[in-house]
């Protein structure tokens, strides 16, 4: 690509006294390095080249004062254009360019634009109107400028709109988070809870478990005890029921007895031996001590008649 050290020699010898005049130097490329090295070249005219952009760098040029990138291919502006605050003259007569960047409002030393032969987006073409003379220009610098202000505004108060909006999705987007974390946290604890009563249902059917192997021998010793005593207490009455009958027996045995010794002493041949004269003897006396009784006279007498 061609410069304008290899097409015009070393720019310090075109430098004319504040003018550095690069026009017609068929550049594509502008030497903004050696630019740079030049402070003193407040005028700077780059027209009728072959460019088609400007490098970014190229702003940071502040010391141009004017400026002429009249009939060259350029498409766009630099979007930190705005950055050469000491502009006051510009010529951009034919060119390529549709939009100006919205840096350009701050170009607020510019008195005299030109922008005449760009295939302008029609709101702006209409604010710029045309340059044919020296008023007309300065006319459109001052109209352009005020253009790009608004322009600046509108796209501040876009810009801040977006971002409200982007802070505002930003907040749903933290509040739908911190939700979603609360209800994790809700299921989390719940599961936790869950989890800690289940393994303290295990821990009561074990210790339960365990109980149960105690209780049973308890249980079958407190059976067979009350079994046992159950069992003595049903055969209790059967035995004091034997007891009585036999002492019944025992005492009518006794009676047999003493009614048999009685008949034999007292009917028999034995009546005269010892032991019958001794039975007869308490019997008579017996009788005669029972006697003195009515009752009982009425029926030892009854007993005799019978």
């Known amino acids: 690509m061609t410069k304008a050290g290899s097409k015009g020699g070393n720019l310090r010898d075109k430098l004319d006294g504040n003018e550095l005049d690069l026009s017609l130097s068929d550049l594509n490329e502008v030497p903004v390095k050696e630019l740079a090295a030049l402070p003193k070249?407040?005028?700077l005219d780059l027209s009728c080249n072959k460019l088609t952009t400007?490098?970014?760098d190229f702003c940071g040029l502040t010391h141009l004062v004017k400026l002429d990138l009249s009939k060259n291919k350029l498409q766009q502006l630099p979007a930190d254009f705005g950055r050469l605050v000491n502009l006051q003259h510009l010529d951009l007569l034919k060119n390529r360019l549709v939009t100006l960047p919205v840096s350009f409002a701050q170009l607020k030393s510019l008195k005299w634009l030109d922008l005449k032969d760009n295939p302008l987006d029609p709101a702006l073409a209409k604010v710029a109107g045309d340059c044919l003379d020296e008023k007309q220009c300065k006319q459109c610098a001052n109209k352009v400028l005020q253009h790009m202000k608004v322009v600046q505004a509108d796209q501040e108060r876009e810009r801040q709109r977006r971002q409200e909006v982007e802070r505002e999705a930003e907040k749903k987007r933290e509040a739908k988070q911190r939700a979603k974390e609360a209800q994790e946290r809700e299921v989390r604890k719940r599961e936790k809870a869950e989890e800690k009563e289940r393994r303290r249902?295990?821990?009561?059917a074990l210790k339960a478990s365990k109980r149960e192997p105690e209780k049973k021998p308890k249980k079958e010793t407190n059976q067979a005890s009350k079994s046992k005593?159950?069992?003595?207490?049903?055969?209790?009455p059967p035995r004091k029921h034997t007891r009585s009958w036999a002492v019944l027996k025992l005492l009518l045995l006794l009676l047999l007895c003493v009614a048999g010794g009685l008949v034999v002493c007292r009917v028999t041949e034995l009546q005269q031996q010892p032991l019958c004269t001794s039975v007869n003897t308490i019997y008579d006396n017996a009788i005669r001590g029972l006697r003195s009784h009515h009752i009982l006279q009425w029926v030892l007498q009854t007993d005799p008649q019978q």
């Open 41 to 43: 070249a407040t005028i």
């Open 54 to 56: 400007l490098p970014s």
């Open 201 to 204: 249902k295990e821990y009561d």
């Open 229 to 236: 005593s159950g069992s003595r207490s049903r055969k209790q």
